[in-house]
């Protein structure tokens, strides 16, 4: 122990450069903000459901009739694309790594034309011949195989439950934020934690999250149950309004207060990235009542003589009464070593104040030690204490020595952003919705216009945040809710933050409800309806298609209880996925008249198992974590979809072609 | 792979020489149009990140110049083609693809109407 370093700490508040580290109030009127964006949500359900009652209740309950106009079509379509992942994932990843998450995102340049366009025209026009409501129902018409589209039923529910329940988790956690400093919530959080108290499975949930949880299926399950597709799609088009909105006026107020991006960009320049620690936290005496540790809490050590230092908690740890020393908060066991980050970067150094903590109402002084690290191999890049990490490539990557973004994963992410939001299942089932050609056209052309306004900008306010909100590497997940309520209170307009937080809100929900009725068509229109019962009345499709979009919306909120780490990683799993598994049978089905039943079958098989292969080696070589093998240095969706092709292809060539029937239906005049 | 004016395999169901739907073949052509925009947007982003933008890891730490605040590899790297292609996509969607009628085989367009051939 003698080699630790040991200093007492001041009890001040950490001050960051020039801004707020703990943005508080304003809550209530974000809390009024979301109130009011949940009534227009349901007043849309009402509306869309009123309209179901006059029209074929399949066709437009999981299609809106094939009727999308270019507003609806082209929201609906960007707001599904852009998804938890787009408002919490991203802006941690660009927090975290810096500009060169730029490059990583940077292929969203084409994705509109190419997503919509590639596919777009052929998939609408095949589903108005056979009449298809589903993916699956295009795949099985095309090839007259039930076996097919059974198996492509599978694969979609399969993956989009994972989805979904990453999903319930992203949703949550911003609501949660959201709401973390209105008293009413804060209230009802002590009540709910009396109750789960000692309750099975639910005992262990935070009750925040646990109450957001509720708030939020509550929210989604119902419009989405009672609207169908059209309210799914008016939704997202509020949605996609909102998230635009909310990205617009966050960009000008962050590049106001960094200075602008210049000023900004040349302190990211010298700011070196943190370190990550453990830490022995104590106290002098033992306390006479427990003392929590809140996780991001600030630690600052030294003084006369003495090197300041600064860290910052990345998990919550606890002081029981009659301990002086804190322990990590976990229900097995209670490690001693807190996990911590330290702060490299000598302006934030000299602003840091630590957190104040109390206890009984007392104020307690606690003091920390660097605990040693054991001798290991290093197994990441962690920047090696350099400046100008953040500006170039590759950036740091704690679990990969080659970095963030090396030239293979740079190509790799250009080629899936593009083909594999190509080869989305909710994508396709928007691109079977849009009324004709002409709004095809327009939507795509919108789009474009869309995604520049999103995600570029995305980039720039993320990069500020690092500038303003130093220190957020602990929860990074959190940024883009913490960046909304400090600007909004930086430029003393509090009641905007409602406005900014419903932006991921709103990200979250247009892919979640988009899901939710994929899957709930998935199972009552392609296993029920075409294999199990196809003469089943309207009243009885009706009758299951709620009830099944209820349970799989609430099976979807009990696994996201405990709640899964990683939501960006579920969600580039499933996405990769899904499209590994469709994309090269589906654009072979659409423009390859050779192409026949057994190669479409052999193709979705070899790109789904190639690609959970290759997350299942990768799981278990990383001891437990998402992170798939990358041969060659590519991700495993580039793998997937050349294994789904080539094999798609030479299949097909050396087995029977298909029925000259299909051929002539899809390829030739009628 | 079928080409336009080959016949489906096996003798045709009729007598007539079958003709491939005009759907079919406009949107296939549009799609090869597409897929080149994407291989030129790689390489011109990809290249430009390794040429500016691209720094081995342990390597000294190099100045970054910039434009308009931006890293120069960002700027001219993928600000400047992103533009681009919004532009492209401009053209793309009202100048070059066509407006077919999905519902049958032909082309609602008039004469004239942008996209029309």
Known sequence: ?670 | MTSPGETPHGNSVDDRPPELDPIFVHARREAVVILLVFFVCLTWSVGFYVVDGLQPPGAAAQSTPTVWGLPRWVFWGLLCPWLAVDVFTFWFCFYYMKNDDLDGGGSPQAEGEPGHE
């Not at chain 1, 330290?342 to 104040?353: G, L, N, S, W, Y």
């Not at chain 1, 090696?384 to 990557?397: F, H, N, R, S, T």
């Open chain 1, 1 to 670: 122990m003698n080699d630790l370093t040991m200093s007492s700490l001041s009890l001040e508040f950490f001050a960051p450069v020039g801004l707020f580290a703990q943005a508080g109030g304003g809550s209530n009127s974000a809390i009024i903000t979301f109130a009011i964006y949940i009534v227009l949500v349901m007043v849309l359900a009402g509306l869309s459901h009123r309209l179901l009652q006059s029209k074929s209740f399949m066709s437009e309950y999981f299609l809106g009739s094939r009727s999308l106009g270019v507003w609806a079509f082209a929201l609906t379509f960007a707001a599904t694309s852009s998804s938890g992942g787009s408002f919490i994932g991203f802006p941690s990843l660009v927090y975290t790594h810096g500009w060169v998450v730029a490059l990583w995102i940077g292929s969203y340049m084409v994705v509109p034309i190419f997503t919509m366009g590639l596919l777009g025209k052929r998939i609408n026009q095949v589903a108005r011949k056979t009449g298809a409501i589903t993916i699956p129902d295009v795949l099985r018409d095309r090839f007259d195989s039930p076996g097919f589209g059974g198996l492509a039923t599978v694969l979609i529910v399969f993956f989009m439950t994972f989805n979904l329940i990453a999903q319930f988790k992203g949703g949550s956690t911003i609501l949660q934020t959201l709401l973390s400093d209105v008293p009413l919530f804060q209230d009802a959080q002590v009540l709910t934690s009396h109750a789960l108290a000692g309750v099975p499975f639910f005992g262990a949930a935070d009750a925040g999250y646990f109450l957001c949880l509720l708030v939020f299926t509550a929210a989604v399950v119902v419009y989405t149950a009672y609207g169908g597709f059209r309210a799914v799609v008016w939704t997202d088009v509020l949605q996609g309004v909102v998230m635009v909105a909310g990205v617009l006026i966050m960009l000008p107020m962050a590049i106001y207060l960094v200075g602008g991006m210049e000023k900004a960009t040349k302190e990211i320049a010298r700011m070196t990235p943190p370190k990550a620690v453990s830490l022995l936290i104590e106290t002098d005496e033992p306390l006479a009542s427990p003392l929590v540790l809140a996780k991001n809490s600030w630690l600052v050590s030294g003084g006369e003589g003495e090197a300041r230092r600064v860290f910052r908690l990345a998990a919550e740890a606890r002081i029981e009464s009659g301990e002086n020393t804190a322990e990590v908060k976990t229900e097995e066991d209670a490690p001693q070593h807190i996990p911590a980050i330290e702060i490299t970067f000598p302006k934030h150094i000299a602003a840091a104040r630590p957190t104040k903590f109390t206890s009984g109402g007392q104020v307690v002084s606690v003091r920390q030690k660097v605990v040693p690290e054991e001798q290991k191999e290093k197994v990441g890049y962690d920047g090696d204490g350099q400046a100008g990490v953040y500006m170039k490539g590759p950036g740091i990557d704690k679990s990969s020595a080659d970095g963030f973004l090396p030239l293979g994963l740079a190509i790799s992410f250009f080629f899936m952003w593009n083909f594999s939001g190509a080869g989305q299942p909710s994508n396709m089932v928007r691109l079977m919705a849009f009324k004709d050609s002409n709004t095809l056209r327009r939507a795509i052309f919108t789009v474009a216009i869309y995604y520049t306004l999103i995600y570029f900008p995305l980039v720039v306010i993320f990069m500020c945040a690092k500038v303003l909100l130093p220190g957020w590497e602990t929860d990074s997940d959190r940024i883009m809710p913490e960046m909304a309520k400090a600007l909004t209170m930086a430029m003393n307009m509090p009641w905007l933050a409602g406005l900014l937080v419903a932006a991921p809100f709103a990200a979250v929900m247009s892919t979640m409800d988009s899901f939710l009725l994929m899957i709930s068509s998935a199972l009552v229109r392609d296993v029920y309806q075409r294999n199990i019962n196809p003469d089943a009345p309207e009243k009885t499709i009706k009758r299951l298609t709620y009830v099944v979009t209820v349970v799989v919306g609430l099976t979807a909120m009990l696994a996201a209880v405990s709640p899964p780490q990683f939501l960006q990683d579920i969600i580039v799993f499933t996405g990769s996925g899904l499209s590994t598994s469709f994309l090269a049978p589906v654009s072979l089905a659409l423009y390859w008249p050779r192409f026949n039943r057994q190669g479409a079958i052999a193709g979705m098989l070899s790109g789904f198992l190639t690609h959970m292969l290759l997350y299942a080696v990768g799981y278990f070589e990383s001891g437990g974590k998402i992170e798939p093998l990358q041969l060659f240095g590519f991700h495993p969706f580039m793998v997937g979809a050349l294994a789904s092709a080539v094999v798609s292809v030479v299949v097909a060539l050396t087995t029977t072609p298909p029925p000259e029937h299909l051929v002539r239906k899809f390829f030739y005049r009628d």
